[in-house]
C-alpha cells in the first residue's frame, strides 16, 4: 500500500515566509508536521518556564538587572549560596546556574560576581540579551571589574558589532594589556571592523606579549602588509 502523503498549502508556507504570492506545494509525510507543533510548543513552554525561574526575583528595568525581592540571609550564608551558584557552572545547565546566582545575587545584592557568574550561566545558552544586562549590573557596581568588561566585548563580537567589542576590549587593554588574550582580540575585531592599520598594531603588541594569535589570520594580515603599495 502506498504511504499516504498530505501537502503544506501555499498558504500555510505564505504565512511562514511572509510571501504575498503563492508558492509550490510542499510534501510532508503525514502526520509530521502536525506532531512537531505539540513538540515545539512543548520546548518553548519549558524555555519559559526555565527562564522564569532563572529570574525569580529579579526584574530587567532601564537596561540593568535588578533585585527585586531580596533574601534576607547573613554574609556567610550569602557566601555559601555563591560557592554553590560557582559549583553549579561546572556541574548543571544555564536555568540551573542562573537559578542559583540569582539566589546568590537576592542574597548580596550588587554582588558583581554574582552579577557575572548569572551572566556566565546564559551566555551559556546564548541568552545574550540577559547575559549583556547582568554584565553591566556588574559593572555597575565595579567599574574596574576587567573580565566582566572582556566578557561584554565577548558578546558585541557574537553579535556582529566590531565597534563595540574594540570600545569594551579597548578599556580592558589600558587596564591590563596582559589580561588573556586582550590584544589578540582587538586585532580580530579591528580587522573586521574595516581597520587593518589598527589590527596589525594589536596583532604586533599581542605576539610580544606572547598572546596565542591563529596563524592563518596572522598570515592574511602579513600578506596584506606586504601587497600594500
Known amino acids: 500500500m502506498s504511504r499516504s502523503l498530505y501537502f503544506v498549502t501555499a498558504t500555510a508556507v505564505m504565512l511562514?515566509?511572509?510571501c504575498s504570492q503563492p508558492v509550490a506545494e510542499i510534501?510532508?509525510?503525514n502526520g509530521s508536521a502536525a506532531s512537531a507543533v505539540p513538540a515545539l510548543d512543548a520546548k518553548h513552554a519549558l524555555s519559559q518556564?526555565?527562564?522564569?525561574?532563572?529570574?525569580?526575583?529579579?526584574e530587567v528595568r532601564g537596561g540593568l538587572l535588578l533585585v527585586v525581592r531580596p533574601i534576607q540571609a547573613t554574609p556567610?550564608?550569602?557566601?555559601?549560596?555563591?560557592?554553590?551558584?560557582?559549583?553549579?557552572?561546572?556541574?548543571?545547565?544555564?536555568f540551573v546556574c542562573c537559578e542559583a546566582y540569582g539566589k546568590a545575587l537576592?542574597?548580596?545584592?550588587?554582588?558583581?560576581?554574582?552579577?557575572?557568574?548569572?551572566?556566565?550561566?546564559?551566555?551559556?545558552?546564548?541568552?545574550?540579551?540577559?547575559?549583556?544586562?547582568?554584565?553591566?549590573?556588574?559593572?555597575?557596581?565595579?567599574?574596574?571589574?576587567?573580565?566582566?568588561?572582556?566578557?561584554?566585548?565577548?558578546?558585541?563580537?557574537?553579535?556582529?558589532?566590531?565597534?563595540?567589542?574594540?570600545?569594551?576590549?579597548?578599556?580592558?587593554?589600558?587596564?591590563?594589556?596582559r589580561f588573556r588574550d586582550v590584544e589578540a582580540r582587538?586585532?580580530?575585531?579591528?580587522?573586521?571592523?574595516?581597520?587593518a592599520p589598527s589590527?596589525?598594531?594589536?596583532?604586533?603588541k599581542a605576539k610580544a606579549l606572547g598572546q596565542s594569535v591563529p596563524p592563518q589570520f596572522e598570515a592574511l594580515l602579513t600578506s596584506q602588509t606586504e601587497g600594500r603599495p
Do not use: I
Open 27 to 29: 510534501a510532508v509525510p
Open 106 to 177: 537576592r542574597a548580596a545584592p550588587g554582588s558583581a560576581e554574582a552579577y557575572e557568574g548569572f551572566a556566565q550561566a546564559a551566555m551559556t545558552d546564548v541568552k545574550t540579551d540577559l547575559a549583556e544586562v547582568a554584565l553591566r549590573s556588574a559593572l555597575k557596581f565595579e567599574p574596574s571589574r576587567l573580565s566582566a568588561r572582556f566578557k561584554l566585548g565577548e558578546l558585541r563580537q557574537m553579535a556582529g558589532d566590531y565597534a563595540g567589542a574594540r570600545e569594551e576590549w579597548a578599556q580592558v587593554a589600558a587596564a591590563s594589556p
Open 76 to 94: 556567610a550564608q550569602a557566601q555559601a549560596l555563591l560557592a554553590q551558584a560557582r559549583a553549579s557552572l561546572v556541574e548543571n545547565s544555564w
Open 49 to 58: 518556564e526555565r527562564t522564569a525561574r532563572a529570574m525569580a526575583g529579579l
Open 199 to 204: 589590527a596589525r598594531r594589536h596583532l604586533a
Open 186 to 195: 582587538l586585532a580580530t575585531v579591528a580587522y573586521f571592523d574595516g581597520d
Open 16 to 18: 511562514v515566509c511572509g
